[in-house]
């Protein structure tokens, strides 16, 4: 079992960073990769970044160059940049231990114009 919580979220405005946060706990050993989704109001979650244990680091591409996944230790970052009222979302953490994904509560982020 992993246990997820994510912080970092807000309120910012356009072209403003935001820095999130999520902790690990559990079976942190297993897990194979680490990454993070949002699903804004009325739309479907979509995948953002991963990072693999290797540190292999993946990106949606509507946010490259803007975003960047790092970890350390038992909590991954994503730090945003440059942020656009698109990127509004609830931002959730997720960790995949083989062909298991267990998920965080999830965090609001809001960009306004």
């Known amino acids: 079992q992993v246990q997820l919580v994510e912080s970092g979220g807000g309120l910012v405005q356009a072209g403003g960073s935001l820095r999130l946060s999520c902790a690990a706990s559990?079976?942190?050993?297993?897990?194979?990769?680490m990454g993070w989704y949002r699903q804004a109001p009325g739309k479907q979650r979509e995948w953002v970044a991963q990072i693999t244990s290797g540190g292999t680091a993946n990106y949606l591409d509507s946010v490259k160059g803007r975003f960047t996944i790092s970890r350390d230790k038992n909590t991954v970052y994503l730090q945003m940049n440059s942020l656009k009222p698109e990127d509004t979302a609830v931002y959730y953490c997720?960790?995949?231990?083989?062909?298991?994904?267990?998920w965080g509560k999830g965090t609001q982020v809001t960009v306004s114009s």
């Open positions: 559990g079976s942190i050993f297993a897990i194979n990769a």
């Open positions: 997720n960790a995949r231990v083989t062909i298991t994904t267990y």
